[in-house]
Each structure stands twice: as C-alpha cells, then as structure tokens.
C-alpha cells in the first residue's frame, strides 16, 4: 500500500456559539487540521473572539471581574479582564477599568474559551442625559418622558440605586437620574439622588398647624406622621397659632431622620404683608383668608406660615390656594378667568422664581391589586410619573424667594374625593407600619376609607429599610386591595 503523503489542510470554521446565559457575535477563525490520517485526534484551536453590546452590570476590581448584561436579550455572563485588556472611551482615549460607571453601554470582544475581556470601549452611538429630574414612566406602555420627549423602554431596563440593580419602583419624585440608550430605546437608568424620610419628634404642640421641608414639601402637621424628603439639605419650618420656628436637617438615602422641634414652640412667629392685585380690575373681587374677608385696597397683614386664600367673583372661576408668606412685604397678582376656563395666579416680585410642583403617578409596580375585596387580584396599572420640576398639566407652585410668599397647589392638601363607604385594604407585608399621604394609619395588614386621586402608602418597621410608593385610587364605587413586596432588611 502506498504510504500517502501527509498534508494540512487549511480549513475555515464557523462557529456558532452557545453559552448559557449569554450571546455573542462569533468572529470566524482559520484552524490547522491533519488530513484523513488525523481524523479522530483531538484538535486544537485557537481561542475564538466574539464581540457584544452590552450593559456593564457590575465591577469587582479586586478580582479583576466585571459583569455584562447583553443588549437586546437581557442575558448576563461574567468576564475577567487582564493587565493586556484595553479599554477606551467613545472617542478612542484610554481608560482604567476603575474609571467605568455601572449602567454605561459598551462595545466589547472576548475570548470565549478563557472568558476574559480583551478590549472594551463605550459604545460610540449611545446617549447620555445627566441629572434628569424631568421624567415620567409608563410601565404599561413601555414608555419613558424626558422633559417632552418620549423614549422606549427596553425590555430588560436596568435600574441602578446606589451600589445595586433596582427595580422601577424605586425611582420616586425628586430623584435624580443619569439614563442612557441607544437611538429612541432606554436600556439603562441610575438613580444618583435619591429620597430618604423624615420623622418629628416634640412636636405635640405644633399638632395641627403646618410643616414646610424647604421648597418641596407643605403638608398638615399630624401625629407619627413620616415625610418622604428627597435626599438632600433642607431648612424646615413648622407654624401653629402664631408660634413656630426653623430647623436645618440632612435626610440621606433610604433612612430616617429624626428631627426634635420642641424646642420651638415658644417662637413667637413675626408678621408679613402681603399687596395683592386682582385682574380684570372690575371683577368686584373679594378677598378671604383663613376664611375671613379682607380689603384689596391695602396690603394684608398676616403671621408668617401658611394660610388658606380664596378670591371669588361673580362671572369667574373661584380661585382657591395655600400661600406661604416668609418676609415683609411681597406681591401677588390673580389673573381670573371666566367660568368656562380655568384661573391662573402668579406672584411678582424682583428675582422671583417659577417652579412647577410635580405629577407623581406609580400604580402598584410590585403590588396587586383587585377592583373588588372578593374578586381575585391582579397586577395593578403600572403607569407612573416622577418630576421634580414639573410637567405639563402638573399643580403650580410660584415661589417668591426662599423667604416669600408662595402659592401652592390647585386644591387645598386636605380636600379629598371620599368614596362612599368604600376601603383601601393594605394586606401585606405582614406586620410593617402603614402611612398614607405621611400620616399613620396602623399595622398591615388593615384598611381604611377609600379617597380617590393619587396617594402615598410608605412602610416601615424597625431594623427594616422603609419603602414607598405612590397609587392612584379610583373614584368608583369599589374597594381596592393591594399587597407590596417584603422589606428589606438594613445592613448591620
């Protein structure tokens, strides 16, 4: 038999990758193989590379390890990276790998067998929008607003809070949020500055009056009542029959702060007055605050804090609001609309400034519920806003100076569309306090009449980070149930 002559083959092989968890762009390879004498003997490759868009999920620099969530398909894998793997920004400049962020959108290629990285650069058609406080979110639609425009939702949306992968929910008004995508499509959100709570204490004799947190907050004071703050500084201010006073405070992320006021009661609170303007100037206005009638002709006089203004006039629509007055002397103009068109207020007065209050929308992300306290549950509408500077159709919120009059909300914090008879049912997490709209109603689970518009439920319970979220309840003739996911506990 003639011996045949050995001879290699140069043989190109497509691969097709398949990694659980994971999906990869396959780069073809050239690999040397024996002619028929070789067949059965094991062959030896090169290293095949492969290339993806991703998300970076997480880093862990001291092992050298970075995880990656595949655009498109959600799937997570886990690389190495070496002292040879290069990394560069979107323009082509050098980085180190502890200057990447979680959450940012990269173009990579690995080697699939050894699984390490080889180079990695942000991806060159991805956007970037920092400190966003404009946002809305529609769960149900997949839909995300930034300011007017409208962006897709991934599928696969990554929420990043902290040092963790969230969920939507957690995203709340305030917040303020780096989101980044590709074209018109969202894959990524972090939440760089989030909300935390604050709790009273001393405050027994303030019961009743008014608690003002900075520019963001004016509500009823109430007994055990617990605010949701976004996280920041904040000079705070409670009124009560002509007494009252300030204090500073720093609320942090996701934790209590506990105030003690009880040292101001005994501030006698100083006065301020207040010049209004009414237009058209022959509506025959009249002028009522905190209920009694006052002259348009001279400026009112009243105590610093908050107070109810109501302006009516026959012909035109009844304007009715909460203004704050903080200093000695400012101006406000009331612009009346006919009766068939909705009023406007403004103030006026040198470096005033306009700041719309928020529309704040979550429908049960992570909670059921049911139309019916006998019907089965569902999974709640998930339609949801957060703003933090507003958005169209939003209250209004004019603030004069930080020390001015300001005219808050289209309706007064207490006016409420109460549903006959109807009930709120919160069923779980078992054992958790329950607040709503800041104030305490008691231990879930438990219920409580039903008021319909949008609303606030926070739980807490000790040891335990507390969680909010923000419903909307219907007018109708039903109750509503709702069941949230357990707390977290805090870290030691």
Known sequence: MNTMRKIKL???????????????????????????????????????????????????IANSRLTFQTVGNGAKYDLTYTGTTEFYDKYGQALAAAQLTPGEIVELVLSVHSKTLQTLSLCADAFVMQDVERHDFNERKGIMTIGRNNYKMDENLVIFSGDTTGELMDINEGDLLTVRGIGRHVFSVSIDKGHGYLRLQGDEYFRGGWIEVGQKIIKPLSENMLLLVPEGEYD?????????????????????????????????????????????????????????????LLPVEVEYGIHKMEIRADGYRKVQKYISVGQEMAAITIDLDEEEEKSTVSASKINSELKPESDNVISGNKASSSSSRKSSSSTSSSSRKSSSSGTSGGKETITVDDQGVKVESDTYPDDTTSTNGNQLYIDSPEGVEVYYDSAYK??????????????????????YVPRSYTITLEDGDQDETYSFSDLVKEEE
């Open 10 to 60: 140069l043989m190109t092989l497509a691969f097709v990758v398949l990694c659980t968890g994971c999906s990869f762009t396959a780069m073809q390879t050239s690999v040397p193989i024996e002619d028929e004498t070789m067949a059965g003997q094991e062959i030896e490759e090169e290293d095949l590379k492969a290339s993806d868009t991703a998300i970076l999920i997480r880093k862990d």
């Open 442 to 463: 008691g231990i879930a689970p438990l219920h409580f009449a039903k008021s319909g518009g949008t609303h606030v439920i926070t739980l807490r319970k000790d040891g």
């Open 236 to 296: 705070i201010r409670v009124t009560y029959n002509g007494f009252g006073g300030n204090k500073e405070v720093v609320i942090e992320r996701d934790k209590e702060t506990l105030c003690d006021i009880s040292d101001l009661k005994g501030d006698l609170l100083k006065t301020g007055k207040i010049a209004f303007t009414i237009t058209p100037s022959d509506a025959d206005a009249k002028l009522f605050i905190d209920g009694n009638e006052y002259s348009l």
